[in-house]
């Protein structure tokens, strides 16, 4: 009976060291693709604008059943844009100010962002932007489909072999430049 015991104490230290060794992040199983969108000459994010993940028909790829994203299930992969939180952790409406603002994703700043599975088939997909709403943005803007790869998702939970991986080649975790041009009348 105490060889049991003994066999089943260990079995269990083993398990708690395995749990506290491998620490988990809050964003586990979850990658973001980022796009700063904005005019030739210009570093400014053009609001209001309608950012789809489309096929290579280009019809929005819509979320069945969480299979590409975590969030809006049955919907059309959207992107909309960061926004600024305030001292009490929530979002500060247009043009107010706090204290101690920040962004929601630190890491996005002021662009555009979508949350995708970790096993988003980015390969398989394109970007679609369009201005659907021409007079907010002072003009229309021509609509864009750009291609999506998989060095576009931001892999925010690494470890450092993963890290050193990347070293070398196309560096992670950095905004996809879209520019867009004005429409000629």
Known sequence: MMRYLAILFLLLSVSVQAQFGQMHCGYDFTSYVVLDVHEAGKTENIKNLRITVVDSLGRDVINANNAYSFKNANKPLEFYLN?????????????????KER???PFAKDNYLLSVANTFPADRFSIKVEDIDGDENGGKYKTVTIPLYSY???VLCSNESQQATVKFGRKMNKPVDIVLERETP
Do not use: H, V
């Open 83 to 99: 926004y600024r939180i305030g001292d009490d952790n929530k979002r500060l409406a247009e043009g107010a100010t706090a204290q």
């Open 103 to 105: 962004w929601f994703f």
């Open 152 to 154: 576009n998702m931001y």
